[in-house]
């Protein structure tokens, strides 16, 4: 898919409402989850839900998106659960590999920060 900015897929999802097409609504969904306001996200992944409940031939690259966006949002068990579930379909994925590899990185990084955040605390009192 190529990259578009978030305005145009918004706008096309709008103006086929009320009934939006899958594929418009998995655009708006995945152009959500792309940005970087935390609203966005939040509400990407809302659709990608609906999509991966209402859709089951997308539920690859639902629970794939939705996965991205736990863990933009800092939600690493969600995002560990999803990405879990697709390499339990597809164990040689690398893409899922290399994402359950990012997932695992960034818990041990905050599990660091948070060890010397109480540490440095400790140390002050």
Known sequence: MCWLP???????????RPA???????????GLVRSGNKQDIEEGMKVLWGLYK????LSRECLFYLCIGHLKLGNYSDARKYIVA??????????FEAL??????????????GMAIVGGAAAVS
């Open 6 to 16: 978030i305005q145009v897929i918004r706008e096309q999802y709008q103006r086929e």
């Open 20 to 30: 939006p097409s899958v594929q418009t609504t998995f655009n708006y969904a995945w």
């Open 54 to 57: 209402n859709q089951p031939h």
């Open 86 to 95: 697709l390499l339990k379909e597809e164990p040689s994925n690398t893409q």
């Open 100 to 113: 359950k590899d990012l997932i695992d990185q960034r818990v041990q990084e905050e599990g660091l920060t």
